[in-house]
């Protein structure tokens, strides 16, 4: 395994793409709770056991969304990190919708 540069720059167009692609999931998640608590449905307790990963998820995705905002995170470091902090989000999200 070769040592990655830590200053390695990480293409605009493709942290664009990533970024688009964090945007619309993040769209659809916060939909689906919005959707959710807009069922007329009475809430029972259990549905905390979904509720908790969904929101949990979210709020990676969130952070996630916010680090590629800036403009350091064309430094590839932080690139990554950011897109595992997305992808743990979006397997928390999924989990949570699931278990819904």
Not at 31 to 50: C, E, I, K, M, T
Not at 57 to 62: A, D, K, V
Not at 79 to 91: H, I, K, S
Request: charged content about 15%; some cysteine.
């Amino acid at each position: 395994m070769q040592d990655r540069n830590p200053e390695e720059l990480v293409e605009t167009i493709f942290r664009n793409g990533t970024l688009t692609v964090v945007g619309i999931v993040l769209a659809f998640s916060l939909g689906f709770v919005s959707h959710w608590a807009g069922n007329p449905v009475p809430w029972q307790p259990y549905d905390g056991f979904a509720l908790f990963p969904i929101l949990a998820g979210i709020g990676l995705q969130i952070k996630s969304l916010a680090a590629l905002l800036r403009h350091e995170c064309l430094k590839r470091p932080v690139f990554e990190r950011a897109n595992r902090t997305f992808m743990g989000g979006l397997l928390l999200t999924s989990l949570g919708v699931a278990l819904a």
